[in-house]
């Protein structure tokens, strides 16, 4: 019975030390494994911060109109005798848009300039009279009084006349026709409208605070988004009354359209450009990362190396002596090598300035010389080894990447 309980109890020993020493050798081996794990780096996109130029600049929103435009209306009541235009046709100055029904005003023009034919004759004979001395005064100032009625006749009647008429005020482009011929039309009635599309002016607002920034003739751009200010113009006019309101303060500048991609009415981006500033930080605005702390990037340098464990004291025994050889090769072996990552991303609180065209300034934190990342940050951690591609510039569209 005793010899069963002992061989029982060698088992149980056995069968415990085995699942123990299992556990310790598992452990082990998952220690070793971790511990000569490469360190996966992380690729990046990065970008050297140099100063550079800055123009600073006032932005806000405008809108756009013709610097001449205008609803063409008729002057008196009649029928459309003639519709002379069409839609969107480029007229010039002075050139004949709209004839109404003018048969009778031209019938008394002529019989007005018939009269006043008549009545110079008659002058000219008086003047003659008087010039060989068989004519009186009161004959000729009575043939002159009747020329000169006539005249004004001639030339009233040749103003209702033209009243029928309806010419293009200055050239441009008119708009699309909103009558028809042999309407009946009243004056104010609106024809078409006209607009000189060659050069267009824009009106905004800026706070009260930059009014002394403002100046006449001051470059301005425009643009459909403020990453594209193409085209370029300059301010023509300044409200000197600030509005009370608002707290706003007009502004209105002229725009060139030579192509005529602009349209009256149409909303632009406008920056006003201010002079030009050197030696600014600016970094693009993909780099920066924004956090309830506040703001920061992350900047790419040399990867701080760990430092060494302390060494072990020496063993005083001689089997400790004998066996420290063999101990120390599997330490050896499950060292770090040398060869890891060489660079580290590192978290830098900053200071943002100015934005503009997809450039931010950064007042505090990096300088000149940096490299911060421009892409891929959002699987960053303080201290990451990171690896460096630029072939394509991710913080970019793709169509415009270099």
Known sequence: ??????????????????????????????????????????????????????????????????????????????????????????????????????????????????????????????????????????????????????????????????????????????GIPRIEQGQYIAPGTIVATLQDLDTMRADFTVPEQLLNSLKIGQPVAFGRTTNDLTFRGKITGIDPKVDPASRLVSVRADVSNPDGQLSPGQFLQVRVELPKEDGVIAIPQTALTTSLYGDFVYVVRPAKQAEAPAQAPAPTDAKSAEAKPEAAKPAEQAAPKADGPSLAAYQVFVKAGRRFAGMVEITEGVAGGDEVVTAGQNRLSNGAPVKVDNTVDLSKPQGAAK
Do not use: Y
Not at 20 to 47: C, E, K, Y
Not at 166 to 174: D, E, V
């Open 1 to 174: 019975m005793i010899k069963r309980l002992i061989i029982a109890f060698v088992l149980l020993v056995l069968i415990c030390g085995g699942i123990v020493g299992f556990n310790i050798f598992r452990d082990n081996a998952i220690s070793q494994f971790f511990a000569n794990m490469p360190v996966n780096q992380l690729t990046v996109s990065t970008a050297k911060v140099e100063p550079a130029p800055w123009t600073p600049g006032i932005e806000a929103i405008g809108t756009v109109a013709a610097s001449r435009g205008v609803a063409l209306t008729v002057e008196t009541t009649g029928i459309i005798k003639e519709l002379l235009f069409s839609a969107n046709q480029h007229v010039e100055r002075g050139q004949l848009l709209v004839r109404l029904d003018d048969a009778v005003e031209q019938a008394d023009l002529a019989a007005s300039k018939t009269q006043a034919a008549l009545d110079q004759q008659a002058l000219d004979r008086a003047v003659e009279l008087q010039r060989r001395g068989v004519g009186s005064d009161a004959t000729l100032d009575t043939a002159r009084a009747a020329a000169s009625t006539s005249k004004s006749q001639v030339v009233k009647l040749q103003a209702l006349a033209d009243q029928k008429l309806l010419n293009a005020p200055f050239s441009g482009t008119l």
